[in-house]
């Protein structure tokens, strides 16, 4: 790569989703009794993700 290749703006712009493809995030709740290991297993590594978002998140603040 020759170095005025870097120095050229891109003319096309990023790609977007469309609105209509777009999904929103939502929680749904099951039932434990018809939870079966997997399902358990799913919900503890999203507690576990979440609190290590939390505490990226509160270790920013302190910064």
């Known amino acids: 790569m020759g170095r005025d290749?870097?120095?050229?703006?891109?003319?096309?712009?990023?790609?977007?989703?469309?609105?209509?493809e777009q999904l929103e995030a939502r929680d749904?709740?099951?039932?434990?009794?018809?939870?079966?290991?997997?399902?358990?297993?799913?919900?503890?590594?999203?507690?576990a993700a979440d609190q290590r978002a939390s505490q990226h998140q509160h270790n920013r603040r302190k910064s």
């Open 28 to 47: 749904v709740e099951f039932a434990e009794e018809l939870a079966d290991s997997a399902d358990i297993e799913a919900q503890r590594r999203a507690e």
């Open 5 to 20: 290749e870097h120095k050229r703006k891109s003319r096309k712009p990023l790609g977007q989703t469309p609105k209509s």
